[in-house]
């Protein structure tokens, strides 16, 4: 077992209360759990896909958030003309972004309705859209 370890690019956690997969996929709260959260909700949604295009609606270098809308135009899809704006934000501090989506050809974002969330709530008063500290989420849009 040593020399397979030896082998591995990222050295094993020495800790005997390092995380194991056993203990994550019994853990209703754990990254595990999360992550296949994530791969469903990727997979229920074209927009979400390899094929999905994207267009920045705030991105700047060394701020947060980072906003941005996944659209799919593909013809024949069940989800065709799907839009879903996605915002994230890592840093502990609540920050806020302007945002007018009639430009984007969008319609105003169940913020009450998340596709996914995770963290605390982020609402939009008309004219910009405030997002608290670590917090993430993907909205379909009208």
């Known amino acids: 077992m040593e020399e397979r370890v030896q082998k591995l690019y990222i050295p094993l956690d020495p800790s005997n209360k390092r995380p194991t997969v ?3 996929q019994q853990n ?3 990254l595990y759990h999360e992550v296949q959260k994530l791969i469903k909700i990727r997979q229920e949604h ?4 390899s094929r999905g295009e994207i267009e920045f609606i705030f ?3 060394n701020e947060y958030p980072l906003a941005y809308v996944r659209s799919c135009n593909v013809t024949g899809k069940k ?3 799907e839009k879903i704006l ?3 934000n890592p840093s502990e501090k609540d920050v806020s972004f302007p945002c007018d989506l009639k430009k984007l050809g969008a319609g105003m974002p169940d913020l009450e309705n998340a596709i996914y969330s995770f963290g605390g ?3 939009f008063d008309g004219k910009k859209i405030i997002v608290a ?3 993430a989420g993907f909205f379909k849009l009208n």
Do not use: M, T
Not at 46 to 49: D, F, G, S, T, Y
């Open 22 to 24: 056993q203990a994550q």
């Open 59 to 61: 991105a700047k270098k």
């Open 121 to 123: 709530k982020i609402s």
């Open 46 to 49: 074209e927009a979400l896909q």
């Open 28 to 30: 209703k709260k754990s």
């Open 133 to 135: 500290g670590r917090s």
């Open 86 to 88: 996605v915002i994230i």
């Open 79 to 81: 989800q065709c003309g």
